[in-house]
């Protein structure tokens, strides 16, 4: 079975602050994703990272999957209010059938 | 493009009772996983639909049963409902060949009593 272990579990920051989240695990992963879940709702797709080294931004998110793709990272500049949510890491193994396997995530409040 | 669509939104059962959730996957995506969310956990696998077969399956007793029909709808039948199955049960629909990257309902929110 493969785990992710997420860290922290509970960020509480005020706006404006840097921050980093951590998704890690002893396997190795084809791939992995990071989604954003807010209370009531279903997870909702950030990014996918796919090559080991791997930097992806999307405005104040940046995402880095590790070189030897067993872990990645989430850091979020000049946080905001509307950042305030439940991060959730999730990989796949590599070949075969797909069986997603999520991390416990990250909740982060963002206090204005 | 219609996003994936859960019916119900929220459900009460009583613990003995058999219950279906219904799900309604992205257009285009042929792929469907089921997850029950308990409190602050991550998603946890229930079982996953390719085609109307299924794919791959979590670690859930067997009274966790599904479908996916032609129109890769799929629905969750749980038989037997035990007062820890109360929980969010969230459907995702993906492009098989894409399968990591996963698309969300808003959940059903499942309470027995």
């Known amino acids: 079975t493969q785990l992710l272990e997420q860290s922290p579990q509970f960020l509480s920051i005020q706006e404006g602050e840097n921050l980093t989240v951590y998704c890690n695990s002893s396997?190795?992963?084809?791939?992995l994703q990071w989604y954003r879940q807010e209370p009531g709702e279903g997870p909702v797709l950030l990014v996918t990272?796919?090559?080991?080294?791997e930097v992806k931004k999307l405005k104040r998110l940046t995402f880095q999957f590790g070189d030897a793709r067993k872990d990645s990272s989430l850091h979020i500049t000049a946080a905001q209010p509307g950042d305030t949510g439940l991060y959730l890491c999730?990989?796949?193994?590599?070949?075969?059938?797909?069986?997603?396997?999520f991390g416990r995530g990250t909740s982060l409040i963002v206090h204005p | 493009e219609t996003g994936v669509t859960q019916s119900p939104t929220h459900l009460i059962k009583t613990r003995g009772q058999q219950v279906t959730l219904r799900c309604s996957s992205q257009s285009g995506h042929n792929t469907v996983s089921w997850y029950q969310q308990a409190l602050g956990q991550g998603p946890q696998f229930i079982f996953q639909?390719?085609?109307?077969?299924?794919?791959g399956r979590g670690n859930f007793p067997p009274r966790f049963s599904g479908l996916q029909f032609p129109n890769y709808s799929s629905e969750l039948n749980v038989n037997a409902l035990e007062l820890d199955d109360s929980a969010p049960y969230l459907c995702?629909?993906?492009?098989?060949?894409?399968?990591?990257?996963?698309?969300f309902g808003p959940g059903t929110r499942l309470t027995v009593t």
């Open positions: 396997s190795v992963f084809s791939s």
């Open positions: 990272v796919v090559t080991g080294g």
């Open positions: 995702a629909s993906s492009l098989a060949r894409r399968g990591a990257e996963q698309y």
């Open positions: 999730a990989g796949g193994g590599p070949g075969g059938s797909y069986i997603p396997t």
């Open positions: 639909y390719y085609r109307e077969e299924e794919n």
